[in-house]
C-alpha cells in the first residue's frame, strides 16, 4: 500500500512560469514532509522540508504547503527555470522512533520539464 | 556537498554471483542507508544503520544483507544476485533522524545489472 503518493508521473512548463508539484499521503501519522531533487545519474538533493505544524514554508523560489486535513502537500516553483527540470520526490516520516526510527518513506517521483 | 562516495558506480554480475556495495562517509554522521530506485517505485529502504553494528531492516530486505563496522563504511551484500536486484543503489547518511530539521544526504548511486 503506497503511503505517500505522486499522481502525476511528468510535468512540462514555460521558464517564468509556475511549476506546482502535488504530493498526497495516507498515513495520518506522517508529521514532516521533505522534497527532493534528481538529476540524471546524480543522487537526491534535499530542496525544502515542512512540519506538520506549519502550513508554508518558503526558501527563495521554492515553496512548500501542507494541508494536513486533506492529507495534501504542494511544491511551487517561481519562476520556473531550465536549470529546475529533474525528478521531484515526496518524502514523509511518522518520527516512529522505535520502529521505523522515523525512516523516509519516498513518493514515486514527478518529472519536471522546464522549456525555454 | 556531504563526504559521501559510493564504489562501485557501475557493476554487471551473474546471477548467483555475490555482490558487495560498499559506501563510505567522510562526516561522521551517525546514521546510514541503503536505497534501491526502480523505475515506478521511486525510492525503497533495504536496510539502514543507526550506530556501528547497529542494523535493521527496511521495507524491501530480502535478498539483502549489511554491515557496519566502522563508522564511516556501511556495505550492502547481495548474497546471490538475481535479475530482479538490478537497479540503481543509493546510500543516504543523516545526523541524527530523531532531529526533524535534519535530512538526508544521498550519494551518487551504484548502477548495477544482474545478467
Known amino acids: 500500500d503506497q503511503q505517500v503518493k505522486q499522481n502525476s508521473p511528468s510535468l512540462s512548463v514555460q521558464e517564468g512560469r509556475i511549476s506546482i508539484l502535488n504530493c498526497d499521503y495516507t498515513n495520518s501519522m506522517f508529521d514532516y514532509f521533505l522534497w527532493y531533487k534528481k538529476y540524471p545519474a546524480e543522487g537526491p538533493t534535499f530542496l525544502i522540508s515542512?512540519?506538520?505544524?506549519?502550513d508554508k514554508n518558503e526558501d527563495g523560489r521554492f515553496t512548500v504547503f501542507l494541508n494536513k486535513s486533506a492529507k495534501h502537500l504542494s511544491l511551487h516553483i517561481v519562476p520556473s527555470q531550465p536549470g529546475d527540470s529533474a525528478v521531484y520526490f515526496c518524502a514523509a516520516t511518522d518520527g516512529n522512533y522505535g520502529g521505523s526510527q522515523g525512516n523516509l518513506i519516498f513518493g514515486k517521483g514527478t518529472k519536471l520539464s522546464v522549456k525555454p | 556537498d556531504a563526504g559521501i562516495t559510493q564504489s562501485p558506480r557501475h557493476k554487471v554480475t551473474e546471477t548467483g554471483t555475490p555482490v558487495t556495495l560498499r559506501c563510505h562517509q567522510t562526516?561522521?554522521?551517525?546514521?546510514m542507508y541503503w536505497y534501491r530506485q526502480d523505475p515506478g517505485h521511486g525510492l525503497r529502504l533495504i536496510h539502514y544503520?543507526?550506530?556501528?553494528?547497529?542494523?535493521d531492516k527496511g521495507e524491501v530486505s530480502d535478498g539483502y544483507s549489511v554491515s557496519r563496522s566502522k563508522t564511516e563504511d556501511f556495505l550492502l551484500t547481495l548474497e546471490s544476485a538475481t535479475s530482479s536486484q538490478t537497479s540503481v543503489y543509493f546510500c543516504?547518511?543523516?545526523?541524527?533522524?530523531?532531529?526533524?530539521?535534519?535530512?538526508?544526504?544521498f550519494g551518487p548511486g551504484t548502477r548495477l545489472t544482474v545478467t
Open positions: 515542512i512540519s506538520s505544524i506549519k
Open positions: 543516504a547518511i543523516s545526523e541524527s533522524n530523531r532531529d526533524r530539521r535534519d535530512e538526508q544526504y
Open positions: 562526516e561522521n554522521h551517525r546514521y
Open positions: 544503520s543507526y550506530g556501528v553494528k547497529d542494523t
